[in-house]
């Protein structure tokens, strides 16, 4: 662009410093090359603001990216397990509520790979101290990864964490979960991780 305006310009100019006689119609058209060479500044400088100001949206949304993967990494890991798919598990919460009697636990999941992998999952299974399994249907109120049950399956793709959730009911207030697990069976691509002994943060 700006090599089409210097041209512009150039060429406007040698048009002047030739026209020699005061015929009105090649001074009309100096005329309006030199209004065409302004448009085409007045073009290249609203593009030029209109890129600095796209450049600035990308580099918010750059900034914004990098910090929430650096909140998700920073966040505590309770314990760790990484598949043999290579999909790398951080509990990052065991929490109790005492008014509604539910245990939530959170676990960000990454695919440390490079191909973008789609999994399912097979049903939890938690067993506190006292050796109580919830692992039946009645036993959960949620078990997702993203906006997915485990069971249906979710695209992992490389390095983008993912947040699964597992909240279960409870009459009591069990201190610990002596295993959190998801049997990890190889057909079908499903996926799996196992944590023991979580203390449970009741509140």
Same mark, same amino acid.
């Given at each position: 662009?700006?090599?089409?305006?210097?041209?512009?310009?150039?060429?406007? &100019?040698?048009?002047?410093?030739? $026209?020699?006689?005061?015929?009105?119609?090649?001074? @009309?058209?100096?005329? @309006?090359?030199?209004?065409? !060479?302004?448009?085409?500044?007045?073009? #290249?400088?609203?593009?030029? /603001?209109?890129?600095?100001?796209?450049? &600035?949206?990308?580099?918010?949304? /750059?900034?914004?990216?990098?910090?929430?993967?650096?909140?998700?990494?920073?966040?505590? *890991?309770? $314990?760790?397990? *990484?598949?043999?798919?290579?999909?790398?598990?951080?509990? +990052?919460?065991?929490?109790?509520?005492?008014?509604?009697?539910?245990?939530?636990?959170?676990?960000?999941?990454?695919? /440390?790979?490079?191909?973008?992998?789609?999994? *399912?999952?097979?049903?939890? !299974?938690? !067993?506190?101290?006292?050796?109580?399994? =919830?692992?039946?249907?009645?036993?959960?109120?949620?078990?997702?990864?993203?906006?997915?049950?485990?069971?249906?399956? /979710?695209?992992?793709?490389?390095? *983008?964490? !993912?947040? +699964?959730?597992?909240?279960? #009911?409870?009459?009591?207030?069990?201190? =610990?979960?002596?295993?959190?697990? +998801?049997?990890?069976?190889?057909?079908?691509?499903?996926?799996?991780?196992?944590?023991?002994?979580?203390?449970?943060?009741?509140?």
């Amino acid at each position: 662009m700006k090599k089409v305006i210097l041209s512009s310009i150039v060429f406007a &100019v040698s048009l002047m410093a030739h $026209a020699q006689s005061t015929n009105p119609e090649v001074e @009309q058209k100096i005329a @309006q090359m030199g209004n065409a !060479v302004d448009s085409l500044k007045s073009t #290249v400088t609203a593009m030029q /603001t209109a890129m600095a100001n796209i450049q &600035v949206k990308v580099d918010e949304v /750059t900034k914004q990216n990098l910090a929430l993967k650096q909140a998700i990494s920073l966040q505590p *890991t309770i $314990a760790e397990d *990484t598949s043999s798919f290579g999909i790398n598990y951080r509990l +990052i919460e065991a929490k109790g509520n005492r008014k509604s009697g539910e245990i939530t636990f959170i676990i960000s999941a990454v695919n /440390t790979g490079k191909q973008d992998q789609r999994l *399912t999952y097979n049903e939890p !299974v938690i !067993v506190d101290e006292s050796g109580y399994q =919830y692992k039946d249907y009645k036993d959960w109120k949620e078990y997702k990864i993203g906006n997915e049950y485990l069971t249906s399956g /979710t695209t992992l793709y490389p390095d *983008t964490p !993912v947040q +699964i959730i597992l909240t279960c #009911v409870t009459n009591s207030e069990p201190q =610990y979960a002596k295993i959190i697990n +998801i049997a990890p069976y190889e057909t079908f691509k499903k996926d799996g991780f196992r944590f023991t002994n979580i203390p449970i943060k009741w509140e």
